[in-house]
């Protein structure tokens, strides 16, 4: 009988409790995989239940759990016992193909590969070409020998920085080690594909000799640049062993072997070679040398040059030109740019990529200051390549200094007493909002709300404009509901703003496409569990790509999550390409769907509010009405849910003020 491993596992949770209900979070906690993974994989769990003749047991808010005969589990339990086979991830085979062919000097033939990781030639191929684009930000590529296999091509330096980056970022989530306080410690090494691709007892070793040696560096490592020293050291050791050596210009290793860091590599390297019985040569030691190097938070005075700071400074003035944001060119943001651009400068010099794990994500939400720094750098270094993951790194520093405050008006009965103890505390518990006034109810009908992103309120107010009612004190309810409305606040007036810029043209568009999008609103029952799977099935016939929709969906959901924190609604929203209609989709799930809430913790969503747009469309500041209805009733989402009446009539009347205030600025 074929059981994957993780089926196995799933039913040897529940064999280890038979007379106990135990939740999807806490099977998936126990897997190391999410909740939705579970779900998926208890089909498969049933059907070989059956055959044994056990059911499985699902009760809602409780779990699941067995029930059958004794003499039942004991036959499903000797079936276990007997099973090996083993199912491995996208990722893992990924692992293990990229070490098959970096051990390997020779063609790996596709046939021997796909036996490897249990897949198909056909599958195998697809999954090349996807590694194939990976490799390229490392200078390797795949090379394809008619009759002989493929293998890659790529310099030693190139190989071993790629395989301590996929060490970093893809056997760190299997729970192969951790770091804590700057030792590691071990977990579980995930399967023996895994501990072929590094001994952890090596890690300990090479870590111990590591902070021996670390003594005498006159700067502290950071806790990444420490982790991943020690895995080139790992490396370096395991590729010396099969003869596998780097390369290193002469000139390079005449200006590095002068340094404070060689004489510390050439000791590290001293007692390495005492304890591994391995001889490590010149290049070896200066590329140990490179990494030190690479890796200094903190430069001496004599390194950190006049040149370095005119730099920095044409740098911060050059983003500012690239960039439609507003950046503070403030003391923090140089001196911030000035620790991080030393070391960076010293890798890029010395041929060092640094793994960034954060770089699609910076590229994806923050693209105008990501680009800006990428055009700046080039201009300012003319000389210099600044891989993608050093130009995220600096967007870092940018993205902090952006001025970002939202202007806000808190209101309360008289304008003085409450109201200035809310300020205080909206300020003081939101670093990015300025409460720029204070006033009464009465100074209301004097003031031009519009200047205003938000009204924080202690009172209700008698006006259109989006407010909160909240408790003087601030209690962390309120906090937590302000968090949600600052940020959608902030979405509807940029997207007010651009509203304003539209000719005639634009205006009939966005007349014609709102008016079908209220017309169309759908409210639904939703059965199924796959949230993204019934966004489909409402979709099918206003996207031009259903796979890369619900892939943006997936992808989206997986950088934040969609459920709001310390409630049952979620917002499952993208803008994107495959979309050319847009959709505002009301879903009740009375069983929940469990998603992760923008707080990163899984959770159950029984109402769910789809929102879809396509990149070139006006109807953003229409679609973020619905969003600010929705968390007037965060609360109490099952009135929202049950008055479809009620929310068409809202968004017609937003749409018509929308219109009111567009054709004023056409006038």
């Known amino acids: 009988m074929q059981i994957s491993n993780r089926e196995k596992k799933i039913i040897e949770s529940l064999l280890k409790n038979p007379h106990s209900f135990l939740s999807i979070r806490y099977i998936a906690q126990g897997l190391g995989v999410s909740s939705r993974t579970v779900h998926r994989e208890l089909r498969f769990v049933e059907d070989t239940l059956n055959k044994f003749n056990i059911n499985l047991e699902r009760v809602p808010h409780k779990g699941l759990k067995l029930s059958g005969t004794s003499n039942d589990f004991e036959a499903l339990i000797d079936v276990l016992e007997q099973n090996n086979t083993l199912d491995l991830s996208v990722e893992e085979r990924k692992v293990i193909i990229i070490y098959a062919l970096i051990k390997s000097k020779d063609p790996v033939k596709l046939y021997s590969l796909a036996n490897e990781v249990g897949i198909s030639i056909n599958k195998l191929n697809k999954e090349l070409e996807a590694i194939e684009k990976e490799l390229a930000h490392y200078r390797l590529s795949l090379v394809k020998k008619r009759g002989e296999g493929i293998m890659l091509n790529g310099s030693e330096a190139d190989r071993r920085q790629y395989l301590a980056d996929m060490m970093l970022d893809k056997l760190n989530s299997t729970s192969v080690y951790s770091v804590i306080e700057d030792h590691f410690v071990y977990q579980t090494l995930n399967d023996k594909h895994m501990s072929a691709f590094v001994d952890v007892n090596e890690i300990f070793n090479a870590e111990r000799l590591l902070m021996d040696a670390l003594i005498e560096l006159p700067y502290v490592l950071t806790e990444t640049a420490y982790l991943t020293l020690t895995l080139h050291i790992v490396l370096a050791i395991e590729r010396i062993k099969n003869h596998e050596r780097v390369s290193i210009d002469e000139t390079m290793i005449t200006a590095l072997s002068v340094t404070p860091e060689f004489r510390i590599a050439e000791q590290l390297c001293n007692n390495l070679e005492t304890v591994y019985n391995v001889t490590f040569d010149t290049e070896e030691k200066i590329f140990i040398t490179m990494h030190l190097r690479g890796a200094k938070r903190k430069a001496d005075e004599s390194e950190t040059n006049i ?37 960076a400068l010293n890798r890029i010099s010395g041929g060092i990529e640094t793994f960034n794990p954060l770089t699609e994500m910076i590229k994806e939400d923050y693209p105008e200051i990501f680009n800006a720094v990428a055009l700046s750098l080039q201009e300012v270094f003319p000389d210099l390549q600044f891989p993608e993951g050093e130009v995220a790194f600096i967007a870092l520093h940018f993205g902090g200094a952006h001025k970002k405050e939202q202007q806000i008006l808190v209101v ?56 909160t009612v909240v408790n003087p004190l601030l209690p962390e309810s309120d906090q937590a509901l302000l968090s949600q409305y600052f940020s959608l606040a902030h979405t509807v007036t940029k997207d007010e703003k651009a509203m304003n810029t539209v000719g005639y043209n634009d205006f009939v568009s966005f007349v014609h496409e709102g008016d079908k999008l209220i017309h169309d609103i759908q409210f639904a029952v939703m059965e199924d569990e796959d949230f993204i799977a019934f966004a489909a099935s409402k979709m099918q016939d206003k996207v031009n790509d259903l796979e890369a929709f619900q892939e943006a969906l997936s992808y989206r959901n997986h950088l934040q999550g969609f459920l709001l924190t310390d409630s049952t609604i979620a917002i499952p929203h993208i803008v994107h390409e495959s979309i050319h209609t847009a959709a505002i989709i009301l879903a009740h799930n009375k069983n929940g769907v469990e998603l992760k809430n923008m707080d990163g913790v899984m959770s159950h969503a029984h109402y769910l509010v789809y929102m879809f747009l396509p990149e070139d469309t006006l109807l953003r500041p229409l679609i973020s009405e619905m969003s600010l209805l929705v968390m007037e009733y965060v609360s109490s989402p099952e009135k929202l849910f049950n008055d479809e009446p009620f929310v068409i009539e809202y968004m017609k009347q937003a749409f018509l003020k929308q219109i009111s205030r567009q054709i004023k600025t056409m006038e």
């Open 307 to 343: 040149n370095l700071q005119e730099e920095v400074a044409a740098l911060i003035t050059a983003v500012n030109h690239y960039s439609p944001l507003s950046i503070d060119n403030n003391d923090t943001l140089f001196d911030g740019l000035m620790l991080h651009l030393v070391p």
């Open 412 to 467: 309360c009965t008289s304008g003085i007493g409450t109201s200035r103890i809310l300020s205080s505390k909206i300020e003081a518990t939101f670093p990015e909002v300025n409460v720029s006034k204070m006033a009464s109810v009465s100074e209301l009908k004097h003031l031009d709300l519009s200047r205003y992103d938000y009204i924080v309120s202690t009172v209700a107010l008698d006006t259109d404009y989006p407010y």
